[in-house]
């Protein structure tokens, strides 16, 4: 629906416009973004072309115009960059890629410097594009409202803002804070947190005083400029060829490394290059330097890669495109987290943040409540940094009841259970509990390994049994693993589903497996890392491939961590399980490693006080063991650092494959978003079955690979054969979104 316009509107701007030119009688133009028949504002073509009529005519009424305000009728401010269209954009579209974003910056230098005041009235959140067009105003307001958000996280999809916010944010606020506030993570601020590093002018806290104090500052401001229009402008803190900012200079391209761990991220690079370079040349040269290092961005794998996995996969799976369509969604209203250890703490936190009432059991009171106090601890340096407030922490931490009695349990219309590992103990817990909560209570399981099929024989109801694998820390991890048993029903996946999106939290949904899909799919990581110091490759090195691929986490001190114990069990649980389903076990050419680690040098990782690494008496580690080269080290075996790095992201999308071929994993979105947000596949990649897709060749380029890893180090890198049919085929994993001409 569209609003009536106001008093005396001049001209008649099509009816399907996207920004409406509404002029009162005092000679203010309101220019209001309503893109008809969308959900959100977005820079698409038609948009642009929008953008650049409204510039038009406000500089050919210049005369008469007494200022302009910028506002939304959506309930975001403008969401930026369309990218559907930006996902689409080839090597061969590099030249429209540059015209587009010099057409943007064109419109908003023209709006900038009419000489009349510029406000953005900023109604919801101006992320990306939505801020860039904030910034080329002389003012900005925002509304103060939950969710609303300002930033340029444009890094964040591996692009960097291509419409002047480069430039503007350089010259507002200096390249270093330019840089390290707000283009180099892309942090999105709240309305107050915008405020306070500089990046609006005011927040205020109702649509009126929004429009009034816009108009304010049109009467108080007949003549606007921007900052870096004034004669003798210079950017805040230095530019390069200054004394106090060479100082600092050096310290960004390690602060780069830091950042991306050396791994393939252009997008940190470019903004980098695009700051330093336009903080020397004069604002139009610089739009020009940005649109360039934009255009090599948005041309390039690595953000199609982010764009289809971290926003079209992460929108997919969070819209529920694996929740059955038939039930209803039901909010749980009560929910009973058995077991107070790591993870029912933090299970018991995301629950009571989401509004839940929280029964947590333990075997003592006093367990207990040592996981309640976990929330406490995370809600005090929650309070000290200012983001919750005094009444927020009291009213959730009085959502949380600690006990050992199953009597209070009764009521609970949703059980997740997080005891420790062991079958027949998990089977006992739920035995005690099953007739206390609620008849048709969801049932759910925490475990990592157990398969959710073998627990549920020992559960009554086990069509309302599911697994809910969390990560740890639960407070920090976005992902939770829905994991379906062989009985499981689908009224209980959906209730599964809904809790998991209640708690705020991103659902995969897989089919029941030993280890699941993650850590099924990490287990073949941490095996190649291990295998490959079986072949006498310097752990260095194998190190240093994983951080250079991108792992936030290095291979074999992520195997420490894990513990090597660890992973013999589950070796040896599932090594039974296969023999006796009648299955030949095969092995891995990494579990002689892990066995002489743990049996012939009592080294089992971490706990133990000594794994790969050595560690200091308080656990911190001190350095690679010298004793790997010495026993496992073979100089003369020369393994290609490319084929190093390849073996463990190979390892694992070839695997993924397998899971989509076995019907553990039923999406090409789940296994993206899981293995990014779950085991720290990077995301550089798009996630395992996107890092396929853009392999170079194709799928096609990726089978040889395979093939040729497969010739040299054996039969797991050969290519499954729905990669080889789909390769021949010409398809790849997934929806077609990116698919140029
Ligand atoms: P933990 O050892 O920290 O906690 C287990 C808790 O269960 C302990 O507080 C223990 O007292 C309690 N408990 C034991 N018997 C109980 C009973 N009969 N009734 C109530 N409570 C009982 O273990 P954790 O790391 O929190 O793991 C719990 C479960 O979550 C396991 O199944 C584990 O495999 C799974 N899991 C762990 C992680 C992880 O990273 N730690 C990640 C995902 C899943």
Request: charged share 20%.
């Amino acid at each position: 629906a569209r609003t009536p316009q106001t008093t005396a509107t001049t001209g008649t701007p099509e009816a399907d416009a996207p920004i409406r030119w509404e002029r009162d009688g005092t000679g203010v133009v309101t220019l209001v973004l309503d893109d008809p028949g969308r959900s959100a504002n977005t820079l698409h073509q038609g948009f642009v072309a929008a953008l650049t009529a409204v510039a038009a005519r406000a500089e050919a009424e210049r005369e008469t115009l007494r200022g302009i305000v910028v506002t939304s009728a959506k309930k975001t401010f403008l969401a930026g960059g369309d990218l559907t269209e930006l996902i689409r954009i080839g090597p061969a579209d590099a030249a429209v890629a540059f015209d587009t974003s010099m057409a943007v910056k064109r419109a908003l230098r023209t709006i900038e410097t009419l000489g009349v005041p510029v406000v953005a009235a900023i109604n919801g959140s101006a992320l990306g594009g939505g801020y860039e067009l904030a910034l080329a105003c002389h003012h900005r307001i925002v509304l103060d409202a939950p969710g609303t958000r300002i930033g340029l996280p444009e890094v964040t999809l591996g692009l960097l803002p291509g419409g002047g916010g480069v430039t503007r944010a350089v010259r507002l606020l200096g390249i270093t804070d330019a840089l390290l506030k707000v283009l180099l993570q892309g942090t999105q601020y709240t309305p107050r947190g915008a405020l306070e590093n500089g990046l609006v002018h005011e927040v205020v806290t109702s649509p009126g005083e929004l429009t009034e104090r816009a108009r304010a500052f049109i009467d108080a401001h007949p003549e606007s400029h921007q900052p870096w229009d004034a004669p003798g402008y210079r950017i805040p803190g230095g530019t390069p060829s200054s004394p106090r900012f060479a100082a600092e200079l050096p310290a960004f391209p390690a602060n780069l490394k830091k950042q991306t761990g050396g791994a393939p991220y252009p997008a940190p690079r470019n903004i980098l290059a695009a700051a330093v370079e336009g903080s020397q040349v004069d604002f139009a040269t610089a739009q020009t330097i940005e649109a360039r290092h934009f255009t090599e961005l948005v041309t390039g794998q690595t953000a199609k890669n982010m764009i289809q996995a971290l926003f079209f996969d992460l929108q997919s799976v969070n819209s529920g495109a694996s929740r059955p369509t038939g039930p209803e969604p039901r909010p749980v209203r009560r929910v009973a987290v058995l077991g107070a250890g790591t993870m029912g703490a933090g299970i018991a936190y995301a629950c009571a943040r989401a509004g839940i009432d929280v029964v947590l059991k333990d075997v003592t009171a006093d367990a207990a409540r040592a996981g309640k106090a976990y929330s406490e601890r995370l809600l005090d340096k929650a309070l000290a940094r200012g983001r919750t407030t005094g009444e927020q922490r009291d009213a959730l931490l009085a959502r949380i009841t600690p006990t050992a009695d199953a009597a209070d349990l009764a009521g609970c219309d949703a059980v997740i259970e997080a005891v420790f590992e062991d079958t027949a103990l998990k089977h006992a817990v739920f035995q005690e509990i099953v007739k206390v909560v609620a008849p048709d209570a969801l049932l759910c399981s925490n475990t990592s390994t157990l398969p959710i099929t073998l627990l549920a024989e020992g559960v009554e109801r086990p069509a309302d049994f599911i697994g809910l694998h969390f990560f740890s820390p639960v407070d920090r991890m976005p992902l939770v693993e829905i994991v379906r048993g062989g009985r499981t029903g689908e009224g209980a996946l959906a209730r599964a589903f809904d809790l998991v999106r209640q708690i705020n939290k991103t659902p995969i949904v897989v089919n029941d497996s030993r280890g699941f899909f993650t850590s099924r799919v990490i287990g073949r990581f941490l095996n190649e890392g291990v295998a490959m110091i079986g072949e006498g490759v310097p752990a260095a090195s194998v190190e240093q491939a994983a951080a250079q691929a991108g792992y936030p986490a290095k291979v074999l001190s992520l195997m420490d961590d894990l513990t090597l114990t660890l992973g013999r069990r589950i070796r040896e649980e599932t090594r039974r399980a296969v023999e006796a389903a009648g299955g030949t076990w095969t092995g891995h050419p990494a579990d002689a490693v892990v066995d002489r680690m743990a049996d012939e040098f009592h080294r089992p990782g971490r706990a133990g006080g000594a794994g790969f690494y050595d560690y200091a008496e308080d656990g911190t580690r001190t350095g690679l063991w010298p004793g790997l080269a010495e026993h496992f080290g073979r100089p003369d075996h020369q393994v290609p650092f490319a084929d190093i790095q390849e073996r463990m992201l190979f390892a694992e999308a070839l695997d993924a494959v397998r899971c989509l071929e076995e019907g553990v994993l039923t999406s090409v979105a789940d296994a993206n978003i899981g293995s990014i947000m779950g085991i720290g596949f990077p995301a550089w990649t798009g996630g395992v079955l996107q890092y396929i897709n853009g392999y170079e060749g194709g799928l096609p380029g990726f089978a040889a690979r395979a093939r040729e890893l497969a010739a040299r180090y054996g039969d797991r890198f050969t290519p499954p054969a729905l990669l080889v049919t789909k390769a021949e085929r010409g398809e790849r994993f997934g929806a077609e979104q990116q698919r140029t001409g």
